[in-house]
């Protein structure tokens, strides 16, 4: 498998994993999205859509009535499965276009940084109907974003021509979410060499001279869509 950054079929979600969890581990080290998308989970079915390693699920799923954990990568699911041994949770490995879920039985949708990933927009769109298909009436979906300009969009050379994230956020809006919350967060890596390490692995040599410090400081937009 190619390199393909984060994008969907990125070798980082599949034999490349292992950097991808130290990724993940660094990122949003204050734990703001946690903090703001807690109240939301408290006593609901959520489903968890393209879960990755479990980064959110190993926080939230005691706090949950019933924990769907969904990614399309088996390896994904395998690191997230060690960290969550539970009877209200369930893992399902399959893509996002074909949830092999009910319809109205989710309280709440939380994906974060997944949509942006499927680079086909059709695809795209057929997995947002498969969100609101399996939602409740009542209930709310809730997408974690990159927002434009900060450190780590400068790294991944999407500012400051801020057109791509800028073309996606607005595509998102186009389909009735609304910005929710937005924050500067930071990841934290060990060291500035593991920072280096790490997105030198995933967006390849050149953007090694951009990293200063383990410190790389990110703008969240979290968007929200309620029926
Ligand atoms: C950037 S990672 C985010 C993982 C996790 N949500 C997190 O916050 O760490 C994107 C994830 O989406 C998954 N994914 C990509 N395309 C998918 C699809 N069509 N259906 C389900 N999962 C998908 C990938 O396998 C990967 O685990």
Do not use: H
Request: glycine share 4%; hydrophobic share 35%.
């Amino acid at each position: 498998m190619n390199n393909f950054n984060l994008s969907e079929k990125s070798k980082n979600y599949y034999e490349e994993n292992d950097i991808y969890e130290i990724f993940s581990i660094a990122e949003d080290y204050p734990n703001k999205i946690y903090k703001c998308l807690l109240p939301k989970i408290k006593n609901k079915v959520v489903l968890d859509l393209g879960c990755g390693t479990g980064k959110f699920m190993k926080k939230f799923y005691k706090e949950a009535l019933k924990y769907y954990g969904l990614d399309l990568s088996n390896e994904q699911l395998k690191i997230a499965k060690n960290k969550v041994k539970s009877n209200n949770v369930q893992f399902i490995c399959c893509s996002a276009e074909n949830i092999p879920l009910l319809e109205n039985s989710i309280d709440v949708i939380i994906s974060t940084w997944v949509l942006g990933t499927i680079l086909e927009v059709d695809r795209r769109n057929k997995v947002l109907d498969e969100m609101k298909r399996v939602l409740k009436n009542d209930g709310s979906i809730y997408l974690v974003e990159n927002d434009i300009g900060g450190e780590f969009e400068e790294i991944r050379n999407r500012f400051p021509n801020i057109k791509k994230t800028k073309d996606y956020n607005d595509w998102i809006e186009s389909k009735r979410f609304t910005p929710y919350e937005k924050f500067e967060t930071y990841f934290n890596f060990k060291s500035r060499e593991q920072a280096i390490d790490v997105f030198k692995n995933i967006w390849g040599e050149k953007v090694k001279d951009k990293i200063k410090s383990k410190i790389i400081k990110q703008n969240i937009v979290i968007y929200k869509f309620k029926i």
